[in-house]
Nanobody
Framework: QLQLVESGGGLVQPGGSLRLSCAAS????????IGWFRQAPGKEREGVSC????????NYIDSLKGRFTISRDNAKNTVYLQLNSLKPEDTAIYYC???????????????????WGQGTQVTVSS
C-alpha cells in the first residue's frame, strides 16, 4: 500500500520555526517528484514548494522564498519542509504529494500529483 505520512506540525509563535516531514511507505520516493501544499481555513489549496527526484531542482511560490526550504533524503525515504520566520498567515494544513516522473531534474507544482498524505496542522499564533 502506497502511503505518505506528514509529521512535524504544531502550534508555534510568530517568528518561530518548524520542520515538517513527509515519509513514504510502500514505495521508493526517489522515483517521485514531491510537492508540499497547504490549505488555510476558507481558502483554496495552494502549492508551496516542490523538489525534483534528484533534489537538484526546487521551486517555491514567490511569497515564501527565503523563509521555507525543501529538502529530501532518499536514503530515509523522506522529504522535509523547513519553515522559518513563521507568520499567522502561514496557518494551514500542510500536505505532501508525490508524482512519478521520468525526468530526475523536473519539479512542477502544477502536476497532477497522484499520491497525497493526510496532512499536518501548522498553527502560528501568539
Amino acid at each position: 500500500q502506497l502511503q505518505l505520512v506528514e509529521s512535524g506540525g504544531g502550534l508555534v509563535q510568530p517568528g518561530g520555526s518548524l520542520r515538517l516531514s513527509c515519509a513514504a511507505s510502500g514505495f521508493t520516493l526517489e522515483h517521485f517528484v514531491i510537492g508540499w501544499f497547504r490549505q488555510a481555513p476558507g481558502k483554496e489549496r495552494e502549492g508551496v514548494s516542490c523538489i525534483s527526484r534528484s533534489g537538484g531542482t526546487t521551486n517555491y511560490i514567490d511569497s515564501l522564498k527565503g523563509r521555507f526550504t525543501i529538502s529530501r533524503d532518499n536514503a530515509k525515504n523522506t522529504v522535509y519542509l523547513q519553515l522559518n520566520s513563521l507568520k499567522p498567515e502561514d496557518t494551514a494544513i500542510y500536505y505532501c504529494a508525490a508524482e512519478s516522473v521520468w525526468d530526475q531534474n523536473m519539479c512542477d507544482l502544477t502536476l497532477a500529483y497522484d499520491y497525497w498524505g493526510q496532512g499536518t496542522q501548522v498553527t502560528v499564533s501568539s
